[in-house]
Every structure is written in structure tokens, then in C-alpha cells.
């Protein structure tokens, strides 16, 4: 998780009790809506990939599919992509990644995440389409333009940078430290 891990495993690690304290403070009613986590994330100025991408990192934690994120599903998905097995967390992402969930991953799907997270993240270090360029040189085996959950498990497995990549591409510190800062804030006023 880089050097960002440990501050999450710290937040994660806090009493049960004080995570679901400050999730009731976010959400008196005890559900979050997609407005509600958009809020929370400070969304307004962002692109229309940054909110598509949020609206999809909403719908793969909202594993009832009702429109609400209960506390068991925040706690969940939150726990997955800090304390998952890779297995896990690979089909998290390729959920995330099939955007019009046709089983399978087009280049512009991944470019269009890929340009999400570096808005969200404020980070800009590569561009969004080499990174989809070495993915699909290297894992697109068929040479189709399209990744299946399969080719993409394995060949994040078997190629470490790669792996390397999704996971700082990933990494979901930027997002949960502004929610915990939002609910501190809250908690202040």
C-alpha cells in the first residue's frame, strides 16, 4: 500500500465502536447515498470521470445493490482494499474497471478509471494512457482490446509491475483521509 498503508491500517485498526461512532455521525440514518459520498469526497469542481468513477467505487460497495452503503458494507469494501488477498482485491478492481459490466475491460473503460483516480487523487505522474498501453501490451494476450476477469487476474499475478501499478493507481488513502477529516470536522462544529 506504500507508505500511505500504515496511517490506513492505524484508521482501520481504531475500536469498532469509534468507527461505527463516526459513520452514524457521517450518516444519522445509518445508510450513505451516492450524493452523500460525493459530498463527503468534496467532489464539486471534479471532472465527469472523477464522478463516474466514484459512482462506480459506490455501486461495487453497495454489494446489496438497495442504493445505500450500510456500515457493514463501508467497513467491507474499505477492509478489502487495505487487508484483501490480492485474488480479492484484482476482482474488486476488475469490477470497478467494467464500467458497462459486459465481463470484460475495453481500453477506454480502464483509461477513463485511470483518469478518475489521477483527478481525484491529484496525482499526475503518468499518463493515463500509457499506463493502459503497458497493461494491454503485456497482459492482453489475445490482443482483442479487451481484458476477461481471467486474463486480468493472471496477468497482474505474472507481472509484478503491473501489480505494482494497479495497487499505487488504487490506493485509496487520498479518499478515506478525506472522509475521516470530513467526519473530525463534523464532529468539531
Known amino acids: 500500500m506504500g507508505a500511505h498503508g500504515s496511517n490506513l491500517d492505524d484508521i482501520l485498526e481504531e475500536d469498532m465502536h469509534h468507527w461505527y461512532t463516526k459513520f452514524m455521525r457521517e450518516s444519522p440514518s ?20 472523477a464522478s463516474s468513477y466514484v459512482d462506480q467505487v459506490f455501486v461495487t460497495f453497495d454489494m446489496d445493490g438497495d442504493g445505500y ?7 467491507a469494501g474499505i477492509s478489502l482494499l487495505l487487508k484483501g488477498e490480492i ?6 478492481y476488475f469490477k470497478l474497471f467494467d464500467q458497462d459490466g459486459n465481463g470484460k475491460i475495453d481500453k477506454d473503460e480502464l483509461e477513463t478509471i485511470f483518469k478518475a483516480i489521477q483527478d481525484i ?6 499518463p493515463p494512457e500509457e499506463i493502459v498501453t503497458l497493461i494491454y501490451e503485456k497482459i492482453d494476450v489475445n490482443g482483442e482490446g479487451e ?3 481471467e486474463e486480468f487476474i493472471s496477468g497482474a499475478r505474472e507481472h509484478p509491475d503491473i501489480m ?14 478525506i472522509i475521516v477529516k470530513g467526519q473530525r470536522r463534523k464532529a468539531l462544529n
Open 147 to 149: 481484458l476477461t476477469l
Open 30 to 49: 445509518g445508510l450513505i447515498t451516492l450524493f452523500e459520498l460525493k459530498t463527503m469526497l468534496e467532489m464539486n469542481g471534479m471532472t465527469e470521470e
Open 121 to 126: 487523487t491529484r496525482s499526475y505522474d503518468i
Open 164 to 177: 505494482d501499478m494497479l495497487t499505487k493507481m488504487m490506493d485509496l488513502t487520498h479518499v478515506l483521509e
Open 87 to 92: 485474488n480479492q482485491k484484482l476482482k474488486w
Open 69 to 75: 452503503i450500510d456500515f457493514v458494507e463501508y467497513i
